[in-house]
C-alpha cells in the first residue's frame, strides 16, 4: 500500500467525489488537509475484521470485497464496493473492532479519513450524513434479504437469484460486478468464479457446481474457466420467480 498526503490541488477532485457533493469550498479545502489518499494492488487486504478502526475510506476508484472469515478458514462476502462507495464507517460510529476483511479486489485507490476529522464532517454537513445513512439503510437491507434467503431458499435458487442481480446490475448500469463484466451478443459474460459465487451466497464450491451443472444442462448458461455466460436471463429469473411463490 502507499499512502500520501493530499494538497490543495486535490480540492476540485474531492468536488467531484458523489458522498462529498454539495460540501463548501472551506469544507473541501480542510478535507484536503486532513485527507489521505491510498493505493492498494489487487489482493491487498486494507484491515482485516478485529482490527481497531481509526479511518473511514472513500472509494475513489477501483473495487474491493468486505468478507468475514470462519475460524475454519470459510469464507462469506458480504459485498463488492465500488468507486464512491465507502467501507470503514461503522467501527467510527460504534467504537467497536473492525465488523469485517476489506480486500482489494483490483488495484484500488480510496481516501482516507480519521475518526475526529469524519466526527466533525459529519456534524457540519447534514447532506453527507444522510447520504452515509441512506448507504448504510441498503446495507443493513441487502444484509436482511441475504438472512432471509439463506433461511428461505436452497443453493440453486439462491444461486440463480445471484447471477440474475449481477446481470441485471450488468444490463443497467454497465457496472463491474465483481470484476470485469461484459454484455456480449445475447449472452452475459460474468468473470466470477465458482468459490466466490458460494462464498457470496453461504454455500460449498461443490454444491455451486453442482447446480451450475444443472442450469447448463437446461441451457441457461455456459460454464468457463473464471467466467460464466448467461444465455437465458429469463429462464434463470424462472427459478427464482418459482422459488418466491
Ligand atoms: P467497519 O466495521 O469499520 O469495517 C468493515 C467494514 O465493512 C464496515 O465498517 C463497513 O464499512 C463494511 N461492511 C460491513 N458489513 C457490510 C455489509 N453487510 N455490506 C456492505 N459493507 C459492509
Known amino acids: 500500500m502507499t499512502t500520501s498526503r493530499t494538497g490543495a490541488l486535490f480540492v476540485e477532485q474531492l468536488r467531484h467525489v458523489p458522498l462529498l457533493r454539495g460540501l463548501t469550498d472551506p469544507q ?19 484491515f482485516l475484521q478485529g482490527d481497531a478502526g481509526d479511518c473511514v475510506h472513500i472509494i475513489l476508484r477501483g473495487q474491493v470485497k468486505v468478507v468475514t472469515t470462519s475460524r475454519a478458514g470459510h469464507e462469506a462476502i458480504l459485498a463488492f464496493l465500488a468507486d464512491g462507495e465507502s467501507f ?17 479486489t483490483m488495484p484500488t485507490t480510496t481516501l482516507s479519513l480519521r475518526k475526529a476529522d469524519f466526527h466533525k464532517l459529519l456534524r457540519e ?31 440453486g435458487e439462491r444461486l440463480a437469484k445471484k447471477l440474475v442481480a449481477m446481470a441485471t446490475e450488468t444490463i443497467e448500469l454497465g457496472v463491474t460486478v465483481p470484476s470485469a463484466t461484459r454484455v456480449s451478443g445475447s449472452a452475459i459474460e460474468l468473470r466470477v ?13 461443490e454444491s455451486v457446481n453442482k447446480s451450475l451443472a444443472s442450469f447448463r444442462a437446461r441451457g441457461l448458461l455456459v460454464v468457463g474457466r473464471h467466467r460464466l455466460s448467461i444465455l437465458d436471463l429469463d429462464g434463470l429469473r424462472g427459478v427464482v420467480d418459482r422459488a418466491d411463490d
Do not use: K
Open 28 to 46: 473541501l479545502a480542510e478535507l484536503s488537509r486532513t485527507a489521505r489518499t491510498h493505493r492498494f494492488d489487487a489482493e491487498q487486504i486494507v
Open 88 to 104: 470503514g464507517e461503522m467501527s467510527l460510529l460504534d467504537d467497536l473492532p473492525r465488523s469485517a476483511t476489506i480486500q482489494a
Open 193 to 205: 468464479t465458482q468459490q466466490d459465487l458460494a462464498s457470496m451466497i453461504g454455500a460449498t464450491r
Open 125 to 155: 454537513a447534514p447532506d453527507l450524513s444522510l447520504r452515509l445513512l441512506r448507504a448504510l439503510a441498503r446495507r443493513l437491507r441487502e444484509t436482511g434479504m441475504l438472512v432471509q434467503d439463506a433461511a428461505f431458499l436452497d443453493v
